[in-house]
């Protein structure tokens, strides 16, 4: 990492100071994947620290019952992983609001499962809206943010996007592909008055974790957690946040360190195996609602993935796209 980036983490507001200074309240913040849990808790601080704040989700109506509940938030379809879908989208904020200050990609899938059960159906899902959807919507808010001199673009990686884990291997590639994509859009348009910062965070108390014990991998938090690390980044503008914030600099400590030999061991101990071992029936709900969203990501061609009564299938039977 570059030293102004070190410092960035080390210094809070170092690099915002060499930046167009945006404040929360009256800025206009556009929130993907905002219907739900993460992304919700994101849009819900954003209009509680005053700005106006546009959720965009596949799933329109929940989209609309979740902005109606929170002042200042408004809504609209948006699928990430369609280019016109996201010029109409931002269209729609520009011309309703005249800029867009802060971008919070947050919108995501997580299928886990073992790598050979995987689908070339939700190894596309897993890539369209992960890395694709993150890409499309740095594309469509660029232009405008670049032309007012300023702006802010938060990526949702993960700790997955740094600590490999079985169970997650397609999901790896698309966060380490996140992550590395968040800090090279830093690097391109460091001096334009425009910053990008990644936030990977732990496991998170969401639905989208339901029959999935990652805890004895990974520390847990809560969307509140990952909300507060992502308003926080306005005013400091780090180049990477983890959440909880200490995983981050001892994960690197030990990846530079630690024998691969001490961390298998450590991996056998900790259960690193958890993301193959799901609780179905815990997580049949989940898959249940976000079937639907499947099967149009299918239908409109996005991936090729079988649609059966209504849902993707794969080679495994399941199908399982995440809302943050």
């Not at 799933?59 to 019952?65: K, S, T």
């Not at 496991?203 to 805890?215: F, K, Y």
């Amino acid at each position: 990492m570059r030293l102004s980036e070190m410092l960035s983490e080390l210094v809070p507001g170092s690099y915002a100071r060499s930046n167009p200074r945006i404040e929360p309240p009256g800025a206009v913040v556009v929130v993907t994947g905002g219907a739900r849990g993460i992304g919700a808790e994101i849009a819900r601080q954003f209009a509680e620290a005053e700005a106006t704040v546009w959720i965009g989700d596949v799933d329109a109506d929940v989209a609309a019952d979740t902005a109606g509940v929170i002042d200042g938030a408004r809504s609209a379809v948006l699928d990430v992983t369609d280019a016109v879908s996201w010029r109409e989208f931002v269209s729609k904020v520009l011309d309703e609001c005249g800029r867009i200050d802060i971008l919070v990609n947050n919108a995501g899938v997580m299928p886990v499962g073992a790598f050979l059960e995987e689908s070339e159906a939700t190894a596309d899902l897993i890539l369209d809206v992960n890395v694709r959807g993150m890409l499309n919507g740095m594309r469509a808010v660029l232009p405008s943010m670049l032309g007012e001199g300023r702006g802010h673009i938060v990526n949702i990686a993960s700790m997955a996007g740094m600590l490999p884990l079985p169970g997650m291997v397609s999901y790896n590639a698309s966060k380490f592909a996140a992550y590395g994509a968040s800090l090279a859009a830093r690097r391109e348009y460091d001096g334009t008055g425009v910053t990008v910062s990644a936030i990977l965070p732990a496991a998170v108390r969401t639905e989208l974790a339901s029959g999935a014990d990652l805890g004895g991998v990974l520390p847990t938090v809560d969307p509140q957690d990952v909300a507060r690390a992502v308003v926080r980044t306005v005013r400091t503008r780090a180049a990477r946040t983890s959440v909880p914030g200490w995983v981050l600099p001892g994960w690197s400590i030990a990846d530079l360190f630690v024998p691969e030999s001490v961390e298998r061991v450590a991996r056998t101990l900790a259960g690193h195996g958890q993301a193959l071992a799901l609780d179905a029936a815990e997580r049949s709900a989940y898959l249940a609602r976000i079937a639907r969203q499947a099967s149009d990501h299918a239908a409109g061609g996005h991936s090729g993935g079988t649609v059966v009564d209504g849902a993707v299938v794969d080679s495994a039977g399941t199908s399982e796209v995440r809302a943050r």
